[in-house]
């Protein structure tokens, strides 16, 4: 472990800017679902099922449904594009495209790779976060200059969920085996990880386990600060996810280490 | 950095690897001298490309010692890297991108400033003849302009030592031979080239040694030239159609006969009488006599069982 952080450099920045070159060469059609998705969440949420849920009573306040769930969908959002991207994405170029591999006969070092690919997805989270908070922005939905705190929290929570995903990339034997950690821990956070409903009205146990999940408190900090909302509690999710983020990607890296050198 | 004058370009010591439960290379040591084209034969699964890949440090050996130009390839991998060219097996072009944009993100891995890049992919792609394809995507390109694509990327950074593994298998004749003229045309510059390939003929065309490997150990090496005469001799016989009495008369020459199903193959190592013998004593056998080659070399030394 020590080794495979010592063996860590700027270079990886070069892998990263290899993922960043084919994503804007093709930037029209990758903008458009950050772009669309909220709007798509607002008119199904604010016109159908706004209309049955008024109020939702949270952190002390009553809000309009609409209002406390815009911040759930950029928590999702930057759950999901990290998450698929050091996945699925990640799992073709190195197994499919060998995209890897030719990098590897030039100066970097797996370590190199594996660290662009993170930041790589990880930052696939900001951008769609910040195009998000955009559109939000224009609906009226984000309290400013809070809401600017979304940037730093998709860059942590990036990080973790790529994390996440890289450690079942580094395990998996086929592609579709990515079913497993989809519905057995990626569905569950974004059903469960207070993005559509206050947890406070789940039982005890759900909520304690809800509070378990690193979503939860991505979701928590996103809407804290898309609303302006204060907590001493902040704090607690913050160290969290910073920790969580940190320690999974060092063992992410590890892992993957241990895979690409036989 | 680049070690003392008079330093191998490579050079192995017992270098073992043993993963996914098999010891692929068991103690392999050998030299590659500055400006020599050796290549590596063997049959699939000898342990070439685990050898190579050990050498280009995507691999760390089990056990023993690898240096190159006297950079140690476990300490200093991307110092060693940085002196290499590797085409690899398999295709990996970045299928994202197009030619030229391929070779401009290679270049970038090794930290050469842009416009540098830009002037070396520029005469690489004449150099390999893809000049007019530059906005080609990868996927439209046919398997011998793939190769030809590789190879111009493994010389973006102008590396001393070229490493081709299999260069040019799965390639038509033309492709082939355009690979072929081109690494010619670079062992004349100078560049040291370490090849593997099953290709006899490929060795013959363009190596100063080979080395033959299987089962993970080195079992001879030399000039090609050398080693048929040596393991070979000069001709052989193969004749077809025959009965007992032709093949125990050969049997009974000095030389080697070996029958294999319907094909009898005799080398008559310094036996230079041979064909007027067999004009006289077995007018109307059909056979024929040719010269010896890497092939049979490469055939007694790795025997003829299939591996694959």
Not at chain 1, 148 to 171: D, E, H, N, R, Y
Not at chain 1, 222 to 249: D, K, M, N, Q
Request: charged share 20%; aromatic share 10%; proline share 5%.
């Amino acid at each position: 472990m020590r080794a495979t952080l010592r063996n860590l450099s700027l270079r990886a920045l070069r892998v990263w800017q290899r993922d960043a070159d084919v994503y804007f060469t093709t930037w029209k059609t990758e903008f458009l679902p950050p772009l669309l998705e909220p709007i798509l969440y607002v008119l199904a949420f604010g016109l159908g099922l706004g209309q049955l849920i008024r109020h939702v009573e949270y952190g002390g306040r009553t809000l309009g449904y609409l209002e406390f769930m815009a911040p759930g969908i950029v928590a999702v959002a930057i759950m999901f594009w990290a998450f698929f991207e050091s996945t699925f994405s990640s799992y073709v170029r190195m197994y499919y495209q060998k995209t890897f591999d030719a990098i590897l006969a030039t100066p970097l070092l797996v370590e190199d790779v594996i660290l662009g690919e993170l930041l790589w997805a990880t930052s696939k989270s900001v951008i769609a976060a910040t195009i998000m908070l955009g559109v939000l922005t224009a609906l009226g939905l984000v309290a400013w200059p809070t809401g600017l705190w979304v940037v730093p929290i998709a860059f942590f929570g990036g990080l973790l969920f790529s994390a996440i995903g890289l450690l079942f990339t580094s395990m998996v034997k086929t592609i579709s085996q990515f079913n497993v950690p989809m519905f057995t821990i990626i569905m569950p956070m974004f059903t469960f990880g207070g993005t559509f409903f206050p947890i406070d009205i789940l039982p005890r146990w759900a909520l304690t386990v809800a509070w378990c999940l690193p979503l939860t408190h991505v979701a928590f900090l996103t809407r804290s600060a898309i609303l302006g909302f204060a907590s001493p509690h902040l704090w607690v999710s913050a160290v969290y996810v910073v920790a969580a983020s940190l320690v999974l990607a060092a063992w992410a890296l590890a892992r993957m280490k241990r895979r690409l050198v036989p | 950095m680049n070690g003392l004058p008079g330093t191998s370009a490579i050079q192995a010591r017992d270098l073992c690897k043993a993963y996914a439960g098999m010891e692929a290379v068991r103690g392999v040591s050998f030299d590659v001298a500055p400006g020599e084209v050796v290549g590596f034969l063997g049959p699939n699964g000898a342990g070439k490309t685990t050898t190579v890949r050990m050498i280009s440090c995507f691999l760390p050996p089990t056990s023993g010692t690898a240096t190159v130009y006297g950079v140690d390839v476990r300490t200093s991998p991307r110092e060693v890297k940085r002196m290499l060219g590797v085409c690899p097996q398999e295709d990996n072009l970045d299928p994202d991108f197009d030619v030229l944009k391929n070779l401009l993100a290679y270049g970038r891995y090794f930290g050469i400033p842009g416009r540098e890049i830009r002037e070396r992919a520029e005469r690489l792609l004449d150099f390999v003849q893809l000049a007019d394809r530059k906005k080609s995507g990868v996927q439209e390109l046919s398997g011998g302009m793939k190769r030809r694509l590789v190879l111009a990327r493994a010389l973006l950074n102008e590396p001393r030592i070229l490493i081709l593994d299999e260069p040019t298998t799965g390639l038509d004749p033309q492709a082939r031979h355009a690979i072929w003229t081109r690494v010619r045309s670079l062992r004349a510059t100078g560049v040291t080239v370490l090849l593997t390939t099953h290709y006899m003929e490929e060795a013959a065309q363009l190596c100063d040694r080979v080395v033959v490997i299987d089962n993970g150990k080195i079992l001879m090496q030399g000039a090609p030239a050398d080693l048929v005469r040596r393991e070979v001799g000069s001709t052989v016989v193969e004749a077809w159609n025959f009965d007992r009495a032709f093949a125990d008369f050969l049997g009974a020459l000095p030389g080697r006969l070996e029958e294999v199903g319907d094909r009898l193959y005799y080398y008559p190592g310094a036996e230079d009488h041979v064909e007027r013998l067999l004009d006289e004593r077995f007018p109307h056998q059909e056979r024929l006599i040719r010269r010896a080659t890497l092939e049979d070399v490469f055939l007694k030394l790795t025997g003829r069982a299939l591996r694959d």
